[in-house]
């Protein structure tokens, strides 16, 4: 291997929903006795879901699986409402770690599929975000991956409304976006898009580096959306060579000149470093950052007023003054790095 230089994207790597998923689930192994259950990979990613693995959390696809009264996290994915009912019916515990801005999305579709709307979700089929969005109005919503599927709904009564999955790439989006708006003139669509901005933000980031590199490597796992949106991104770009990587151990040998270096927004920074070690170039990294983001997403709600009560019952052993309020700053400064640390344990 024979690189001269590498460029790192930034932002890359973890966003704030990813950050407040795998801080919550590390919260359950600590706070319960194992297992922990854990509806659908908490995060698209290989090592992250492997690390839990190890703690005792048990992935699955079927809540009806978890024994009665056993704790339960759902994923950032966001989880169709009888999934989450299920949960909640079986008696224990249950944590819902969805990201913020596929709640958002959820919201959106209930009030249109109230008011009448047909709508139109860009996503992609199976994929945990876009199954669990599309349940909330099933009777409503149409899935979109092509020009075909807005043109099988001409002919239909409106009105029509346009909704997608977060962590589509922004070419993909802007393409059947346009497509519907000249195919339903009429369409609604929310005053903000949809689309992440960490998921944007990476791609800008790749985008402008991307051109001038001889290779890039995009670090996330194969079923992480995001990180395949960020692939599609360096190809459209015109990178001549673009890899997509679980980690280190992946690469190949024969890389050479300029590479450039993004990660999906599941994956650790950790895996970023193991990376650049291996690359070893002989002029070293150069960072190019197109912004800097600085979003938090606190903690679930069930899981502080759970640690609220856990902090009430501690003081009231130790008869120490009552402390049951949320410490947010704490929180933000703890990170979902330092839980995937053998340290933090």
């Given at each position: ?27 359950m192994?600590?706070v ?27 992935f ?5 699986v ?44 209930k ?16 994929h ?35 909704l ?8 993909e ?7 519907a ?8 669509m ?8 960490a998921?944007?933000n990476r791609?800008?980031?790749?985008r ?120 947010g700053?704490?929180?933000r ?13």
């Open positions: 291997m024979k690189v001269d230089k590498v460029v790192l994207a930034a932002p890359r790597g973890f966003c704030a929903g990813v950050e407040k998923a795998i801080k919550a689930l590390d919260w192994t600590r319960f006795e194992p297992p922990v259950f854990c509806y659908h990979e908490i995060v698209h990613n290989q090592f992250v879901v492997e690390y839990f693995k190890s703690l005792g959390v048990i699955i696809n079927d809540v009806a978890v024994p009665p009264g056993a704790p339960v996290m759902l994923s950032a994915h966001g989880s169709p409402p009888e999934v989450i009912e299920a949960a909640r019916q079986s008696g224990g515990t249950v944590i819902d770690a969805v990201c913020p801005l596929v709640t958002k999305v959820h919201h959106e579709l009030v249109r599929a109230k008011k009448g709307y047909t709508v139109l979700y860009v996503g992609h089929e199976h945990e975000e876009a199954v669990g969005t599309m349940a909330v109005a099933p009777e409503s919503v149409h899935l979109i991956q092509s020009t075909e599927d807005i043109d099988a709904l001409v002919g239909r009564e409106g009105p029509f409304a346009l997608s999955q977060t962590t589509l790439s922004l070419d989006w802007q393409d059947l976006r346009e497509y708006e000249v195919t339903f003139p009429e369409i609604w929310p005053n903000r898009s949809d689309l992440c901005f998921t944007t791609q800008a980031a790749l402008e580096i991307a051109t001038g590199a001889d290779a890039v490597i995009v670090i996330g796992s194969a079923n992480s959306s995001n990180t395949v949106a960020l692939t599609k991104v360096a190809e459209a770009a015109g990178c001549p060579r673009v890899l997509r990587v679980n980690g280190a151990f992946e690469l190949p040998d024969d890389l050479e000149g300029t590479v450039a270096v993004t990660a999906g927004a599941s994956a650790p920074e950790s895996l970023v470093n193991e990376v650049l070690r291996a690359l070893d170039p002989t002029d070293g990294v150069t960072v190019n950052a197109v912004t800097v983001e600085d979003e938090y997403f606190p903690p679930p709600p069930e899981l502080r007023e759970m640690l609220k009560g856990i902090s009430a019952l501690v003081d009231l052993a130790l008869q120490t003054p009552r402390t049951s309020s949320f410490d700053q704490a929180d400064e703890f990170t979902a790095a330092q839980v995937l640390s053998a340290v933090s344990r």
